[in-house]
């Protein structure tokens, strides 16, 4: 039996987003000498410590965006990025292309993350695996409507993460990684709107049948006449 359907005005909580910018932001880390190895604490085919040298098994270095345990991450993760505001906001007023003065306020974040790097050999195995290395951005300023009661969101829409192995005569001399991404800077505050809205019902059911059974492709020049 169908719904008669029924419009009514309904108050329902909801986030509202008061603005929203994107950014594309580079983060590089440099890994030098044994502090740097150290620092990476690679293990390499079981084999931990000093004689975890990737030099030694590999000679490509990849890398990827994980969590704070090294479990890979897709960057569309809600938990892929973390961005802390810091300082206070500061009102700014903004002219429109229209000549209108507004006011907006600056708000300034870190963005942090980590990513893991693997050591590959020439056969594109992965060889070495390095601990979770944490990225932040450097202090990034915006200029949003971020009025008392708001609060920073962030996700990505785009990562990538490059990483640069050298060796000189399998020593270890330094790894270069690079992190771009595209960051999406959202300023939310749960809200109370009112609706005209009308109940939503539930949709037909879709029947599925079984296909019908027939015999597979026959050779009847070969068998069983031969």
Not at 103 to 111: D, G, K, T
Not at 206 to 212: G, L, Q, Y
Request: aromatic share 8%; glycine share 4%.
């Amino acid at each position: 039996m169908k719904i008669r359907p029924i419009q009514e005005d309904l108050c329902i909580s909801v986030k509202k987003v008061y603005d929203w910018v994107t950014r594309q932001i580079e983060v590089s880390r440099n890994y030098v000498g044994n502090d740097g190895l150290n620092q990476l604490n690679f293990e390499c085919n079981d084999v931990t410590g000093s004689a975890a040298n990737p030099c030694f098994f590999g000679n490509r270095a990849t890398c990827f965006l994980s969590d704070s345990n090294g479990n890979r991450l897709d960057f569309t993760d809600p938990k892929a990025i973390i961005c802390e505001e810091i300082g206070e906001r500061q009102d700014v007023p903004v002219s429109l292309p229209s000549g209108q003065t507004i006011m907006l306020q600056r708000v300034r974040i870190i963005a942090r993350g980590f990513f893991v790097v693997e050591i590959r050999d020439n056969l594109n195995r992965v060889v070495c695996v390095s601990d979770p290395q944490q990225f932040t951005s450097r202090p990034q300023q915006f200029i949003l409507c971020a009025p008392e009661g708001t609060r920073v969101v962030c996700h990505l829409s785009t990562f990538s993460c490059n990483a640069i192995l050298r060796c000189d005569n399998s020593s270890f001399e330094s790894l270069f990684v690079t992190i771009d991404f595209c960051l999406n800077v959202q300023m939310e505050a749960p809200v109370k709107i009112r609706i005209r809205a009308e109940f939503c019902e539930p949709r037909e059911e879709i029947a599925v049948t079984c296909p019908a059974v027939s015999p597979p492709p026959q050779c009847p020049t070969v068998f069983p006449n031969s």
